[in-house]
């Protein structure tokens, strides 16, 4: 009988791999520095809700049981308000300035903008020493009528309401700057598809136009949503209970940390469920354009009464988000303004300036850092870390120092605990209550508004720039230094100035994590205000509108250049 023969049982050893692909296969530098920075930005949120298992002794019941769906209530009662405010303000004049012609259209496209530069806490200050008992508009109507305090109804400015009104008038900029752009980027070919149809001005808004921006409009209003949730000075100032008043009562004047950062993570939930809201609003809709060729927008020329009435609309939300406020402002600092602004000026100035320049030039860095690191690999790994390095601003900025100071607290413990056993010396504070933590916040919650506008910049070069380099000899790194950055120029100072604006405005993040002693501009105005001294609160307010009418006017001049054609 023959034996057939059979081959050897190969063993399963891999074949050796060679030390370049071996390499190959690691994460790259620009890998690692996005994963770094992604995880950065996430840890205070991931404390903050690592916090929800820890035990407050009876703390968080007591908040259950007593002001917690005050909370809850009030913050949705004013996040719905103002969604329908600024929803009406901002798209209805973003087409009209868009679509319409009437006297005043040019100059208006700008200057609805304006008010993205007057913080929300200025304008409680300025319309509560407007409308309030004895100030000039109900002494004026008790002078002209004849009138006591008990034979007329007013409006009480500090109220719910009143809160709504004011962040609606501040917050509308975020929907009219979205909405614009969407209706500037709009088909001609559907217009006149629907104008040959024999629709007019409104009905080719409503039935073509509205549904066309409708993923625009929605992130516009989510980031109007956001700005709500995380608003400090308004609310406090007009007594309106919310989640960030209610965070900051828990930290400081009950001194429980645990409680506050509880009371964060259900802020939290809201924020998740907002962001999720307004990917759902999406769907899977998706908006092309019919052809490459751009053509000057149909418009429809208003006359008479419809053009008076289309100049009221425009009007009315920049003289009551802007010019009054402005003016207001101007005639109270003339008139009595801070004394002692002048010696202190400075010092808050100087504290302002450092805290804005240092945070706007590493955001502006790690954007691109992580913008380009996206580009050389976009891998799904690498497309969930930059969206969480830009989910900071979806993120309240008491969310942010509480998930700050807890670790840094932790920290400073063990550091001066080893050192007091150690050698006998108490090195104090290391971490909290220093510049260093609170531009770290800064960076956590504004690194998302230098990353889209670095990443919008950077998609418009085109790869075989960095191809062309690459054969050329220049490193990653070297490329993005030498080729991208001179290209992207304008790209970059727009997001460090936005940035800059920002950090001037911030007032919830520094009121909790700034060092003792340490005032800004924006904390000058809130003590100011809170001690109802707001005719000196309005000279540093001034200074804080004055720096931010300058990115306004640039953002408002790119938009009206980005329709390809634009002769703008």
């Known amino acids: 009988m023959s034996h057939q023969a059979f081959p050897p049982t190969l063993s399963p050893v891999a074949a050796p791999v060679s030390l370049s692909t071996w390499r190959s296969r690691l994460p790259s530098g620009w890998t690692l520095a996005v994963l770094a920075i992604a995880l950065a930005v996430a840890l205070p949120v991931l404390i903050v809700g690592s916090r929800v298992f820890v035990s407050s002794h009876g703390v968080w019941s007591h908040l259950t049981e007593t002001v917690l769906w005050t909370y809850i209530r009030n913050t949705l009662m004013l996040a719905g308000g103002v969604a329908v405010g600024v929803s009406i303000i901002g798209v209805g004049t973003a087409w009209l300035v868009t679509m319409c012609r009437f006297p005043g259209q040019r100059w208006l496209e700008w200057a609805l903008l304006?008010?993205?530069?007057?913080?929300?806490?200025?304008?409680?200050?300025?319309?509560?020493?407007?409308?309030?008992?004895?100030?000039?508009?109900?002494?004026?109507?008790?002078?002209?009528?004849?009138?006591?305090?008990?034979?007329?109804?007013?409006?009480?400015?500090?109220?719910?309401?009143?809160?709504?009104?004011?962040?609606?008038?501040?917050?509308?900029?975020?929907?009219?700057?979205?909405?614009?752009?969407?209706?500037?980027?709009?088909?001609?070919?559907?217009?006149?598809?629907?104008?040959?149809?024999?629709?007019?001005?409104?009905?080719?808004?409503?039935?073509?136009?509205?549904?066309l921006a409708r993923p625009a409009i929605a992130a516009g209003l989510a980031l109007s949503m956001m700005e709500v949730l995380a608003d400090f000075g308004t609310v406090q100032y007009f007594a309106v209970d919310t989640f960030t008043t209610g965070i900051y009562r828990t930290w400081f004047a009950m001194g429980e940390p645990v409680a506050a950062a509880q009371l964060a993570s259900v802020l939290m939930l809201f924020v998740m469920a907002l962001v999720v809201m307004e990917r759902t609003s999406r769907g899977r809709a998706r908006y092309f354009h019919s052809t490459g060729r751009y053509r000057m927008l149909p418009s429809y020329t208003l006359r008479g009464v419809r053009a008076g009435a289309a100049l009221v609309a425009c009007l009315t939300p920049l003289l009551l988000g802007f010019v009054v406020p402005v003016l207001i402002l101007a005639q109270m600092a003339v008139r009595e303004g801070d004394s002692l602004f002048a010696t202190s000026f400075r010092q808050l100035a100087g504290n302002s300036f450092i805290l804005a320049g240092i945070t706007s030039v590493l955001a502006v860095a790690l954007a691109a850092l992580v913008a380009y690191g996206l580009r050389l690999r976009p891998?799904?790994?690498?497309?969930?870390?930059?969206?969480?390095?830009?989910?900071?601003?979806?993120?309240?900025?008491?969310?942010?120092?509480?998930?700050?100071?807890?670790?840094?607290?932790?920290?400073?413990?063990?550091?001066?605990?080893?050192?007091?056993?150690?050698?006998?010396?108490?090195?104090?504070?290391?971490?909290?209550?220093?510049?260093?933590?609170?531009?770290?916040?800064?960076?956590?919650?504004?690194?998302?508004?230098?990353?889209?506008?670095?990443?919008?910049?950077?998609?418009?070069?085109?790869?075989?720039?960095?191809?062309?380099?690459?054969?050329?000899?220049?490193?990653?790194?070297?490329?993005?230094?030498?080729?991208?950055?001179?290209?992207?120029?304008?790209?970059?100072?727009?997001?460090?100035?936005?940035?800059?604006?920002?950090?001037?405005?911030?007032?919830?993040?520094?009121?909790?994590?700034?060092?003792?002693?340490?005032?800004?501009?924006?904390?000058?105005?809130?003590?100011?205000?809170?001690?109802?001294?707001?005719?000196?609160?309005?000279?540093?307010?001034?200074?804080?509108?004055?720096?931010?009418?300058?990115?306004?006017?640039?953002?408002?001049?790119?938009?009206?250049?980005?329709?390809?054609?634009?002769?703008?």
């Open 379 to 568: 891998t799904p790994v690498l497309r969930g870390a930059a969206r969480v390095a830009a989910m900071g601003y979806a993120v309240p900025g008491s969310v942010i120092a509480v998930g700050i100071l807890i670790p840094a607290a932790h920290v400073d413990n063990a550091v001066d605990g080893f050192m007091r056993a150690t050698f006998g010396v108490s090195t104090g504070l290391v971490l909290s209550g220093t510049i260093v933590a609170i531009v770290y916040a800064y960076l956590v919650r504004f690194l998302a508004v230098s990353f889209n506008t670095v990443e919008a910049s950077l998609s418009k070069i085109r790869p075989t720039m960095d191809q062309a380099a690459r054969i050329l000899g220049q490193t990653p790194g070297k490329t993005l230094l030498k080729v991208h950055t001179p290209i992207m120029r304008g790209s970059l100072l727009t997001a460090a100035l936005l940035v800059f604006v920002d950090v001037m405005k911030e007032l919830p993040a520094t009121m909790i994590v700034r060092p003792f002693n340490f005032d800004t501009l924006a904390v000058r105005v809130y003590t100011l205000a809170s001690d109802e001294r707001l005719a000196e609160a309005s000279t540093p307010a001034l200074a804080i509108v004055a720096v931010g009418i300058i990115p306004v006017i640039l953002l408002s001049r790119a938009i009206a250049k980005s329709r390809p054609g634009s002769d703008a």
């Open 114 to 211: 304006l008010p993205m530069a007057v913080p929300a806490y200025v304008m409680a200050y300025v319309y509560t020493d407007l409308l309030q008992f004895v100030g000039p508009v109900q002494t004026a109507l008790r002078e002209v009528f004849g009138w006591r305090r008990a034979d007329y109804w007013f409006p009480d400015i500090r109220s719910l309401g009143g809160a709504i009104a004011v962040l609606s008038f501040v917050l509308y900029p975020y929907v009219y700057l979205l909405a614009r752009a969407a209706f500037l980027e709009q088909s001609v070919c559907v217009l006149e598809v629907a104008r040959t149809l024999g629709a007019g001005a409104w009905r080719s808004f409503a039935r073509v136009a509205l549904p």
